[in-house]
């Protein structure tokens, strides 16, 4: 395969995964107003604080999931994507165990998690640790698919995910009349379906190899505590701004802030896509003493191109685009967000390069991140005598983390050139 077709393989991965990406927000945005008008509003807020509780709970997952996927592209590249197939049946075991293990405390501890956690009733706990459990093992699926490169279906997945929830909710808590625990059994239900597909999909697309069990590379253990540091920061330099403004500002004008950041955050989900093909693709030339420089610095332009042009319709468009959907009393939220939008571009880039040199095995920007994201909380805490000075601070911080990530792209030897996705 030519040089050329590599390189429109990669892009045309990212952007396709990019689409799902923004296919399966918007089916999420359809699925809350469905569960909107299907429950009550108490019940409404019920399940919306219990399916962000699973997500928290299972939000230190992200760090092995990545560490995980990078040991997944590796093995796939130096031993074969037979032996992965027997990695993950491997694995298998280990994660209903793990599953069973985790339902057994809760049955131990029920009473108290429900007030600790201060859920309606016990029914309502058993369905969060389901939810939570559910979607360990989608995570597990998800690793492997990424780390084979098996990337329309790491796309397609979470859209038809979301799809079956509809479904089952508007049967179980609508149709049916089965309210709260009717629309969290359908939400559980949809996602073990969903990891049914997942598996039977590796199963079925991976070759099988002799039973002899291969010799395989040592786990990446010491990536896990910097990954996850670096999780840690990225997700505090793009949420903690709206807490800092809520306490420094008062209500009005903290609202006007909310809505400019919702808004302009979605700019860092176009790269999203490019940031899920860059670890195994790179992670698996690695293993083959590979560069992927040229990898990097594609997604590098894709992201420029992608998050750019939205933050470019953002200081345009922005102000409109509020007016008309929110009012005029939402005036000032169009203007900040004319900044707001361009100023989550760096932050794009800071991704992808982070995301590189994860894949390259190299932690030292992992724990800059981390150092960063706390520089930047003391900076707003110490100053921000408006909203234009906090969001100076983010473009500020975020673009430093631009530059010292491309630097270190840079720096990255450039031998070869990486191959393109195997699946798409």
């Not at 939008?341 to 095995?361: H, R």
């Not at 805490?381 to 983010?394: G, K, M, Q, Y």
């Amino acid at each position: 395969m030519s040089t050329a077709s590599k390189q429109e393989g990669f892009v045309y991965a990212g952007i396709l995964l990019s689409g799902f990406g923004v296919l399966t927000g918007v089916l999420n945005y359809s699925f809350q107003l469905l569960m909107g008008k299907i429950l009550s509003a108490d019940d409404f807020l019920t399940f919306n604080a219990i399916v962000a509780l699973a997500l928290v709970i299972g939000s230190p997952l992200g760090a092995l999931q990545t560490v995980a996927t990078r040991y997944v592209a590796t093995v796939a590249s130096t031993s074969g994507r037979g032996t992965v197939l027997q990695l993950f049946r491997q694995w298998a075991p280990r994660f209903w165990a793990a599953v069973a293990g985790a339902a057994i405390v809760v049955a131990a501890f029920c009473g108290p998690l429900q007030r600790w956690l201060q859920l309606p009733d016990i029914r309502s706990t058993w369905l969060l640790t389901v939810i939570v459990l559910a979607n360990l093992l989608l995570i597990a699926n998800n690793t492997f698919l990424q780390g084979m490169q098996h990337f329309f279906w790491l796309g397609f997945i979470p859209a038809a995910n979301v799809l079956l929830r509809m479904a089952c909710c508007g049967l179980l808590a609508g149709i049916l009349g089965y309210g709260l625990s009717g629309a969290l059994i359908a939400f559980a239900a949809a996602t073990m379906i969903c990891v049914l597909l997942g598996a039977s999909i590796l199963i079925s697309l991976t070759p099988q190899t002799s039973r002899q069990k291969p010799a395989l590379p040592t786990f990446p253990y010491a990536l896990i505590p910097p990954v996850t540091a670096a999780m840690f920061g990225l997700t505090s330099m793009t949420q903690i701004d709206l807490v800092l403004v809520n306490r420094y500002f008062n209500p009005e004008i903290a609202s006007q802030y909310a809505l400019a950041a919702v808004l302009g955050k979605a700019v860092l989900y176009l790269p999203t896509g490019l940031v899920s093909v860059i670890l195994p693709v790179v992670a698996a030339g690695h293993a083959r003493q590979q560069s992927g420089s040229q990898q990097a610095w594609q997604a590098i332009l894709a992201t420029l191109g992608l998050a750019g042009g939205a933050a470019v319709g953002c200081s345009f468009l922005g102000p409109w685009f509020v007016a008309q959907l929110y009012g005029e009393k939402y005036g000032d939220a169009g203007r900040l967000l004319a900044f707001y939008g361009p100023a989550m571009v760096p932050m794009g880039v800071a991704l992808v390069t982070q995301v590189f040199v994860v894949a390259k095995g190299r932690p030292l920007f992992s724990w800059i991140i981390a150092a960063t994201a706390i520089c930047e909380i003391g900076m707003l805490n110490a100053w921000h005598p408006s909203l234009e000075a906090v969001l100076a601070t983010i473009a500020v911080f975020n673009t430093g983390l631009a530059i010292l990530g491309t630097i270190l792209v840079k720096l990255a030897p450039n031998d070869r050139t990486v191959s393109t996705p195997d699946e798409i």
